[in-house]
């Protein structure tokens, strides 16, 4: 398991796909994570939005730092997100909770949110451990 934070932004520093995004890691436990972005007019779409791939990124994001907590490699077997409200702010905020970890798999909880506190998305994941 991780000591602490900055143990595991070591480890996620290799994660250049969030890195290039602007993505970082606010907060973490060994049961929740708080990865934060900052809204880039390269993350909007056509018509102004922010792109549901960005939102979707950041909680898949916070959904990996949340389930290799304890260095088992993990990697997803089923994701599933609901998107509730367009973007408002400028800051996205993804915090997961560990629902379930088991032996071989656990279940995380992303709560996707706007720095005008609106609920953007919710976001489940199920992760196998390698």
């Known amino acids: 398991m991780f000591r602490d934070i900055e143990e595991v932004r070591t480890f996620f ?5 969030a890195a290039a995004n602007g993505m970082t890691i606010e907060e973490w436990s060994p049961d929740s994570t708080l990865c934060a972005m900052t809204i880039r007019d390269d993350h909007r779409n056509a018509i102004g939005g922010v792109m549901g791939g960005v939102i979707y990124t950041l909680a898949d994001f916070a959904f990996a730092v949340a389930a290799n907590t304890d260095h088992n490699p993990t990697v997803a077997i089923t994701v599933d997100i609901q998107f509730l409200s367009m973007v408002k702010g400028t800051k996205l905020f993804a915090r997961s909770k560990r629902v ?12 996707v949110t706007d720095d005008t506190g609106r609920e953007i998305a919710l976001f489940t994941g199920t992760g196998y451990k390698l």
Not at 13 to 17: A, C, E, L, Q, S
Not at 103 to 111: E, H, L, S
């Open 100 to 111: 379930k970890s088991g032996r071989t798999t656990g279940v995380y909880q992303v709560d």
């Open 13 to 17: 520093k290799n994660d250049t796909f």
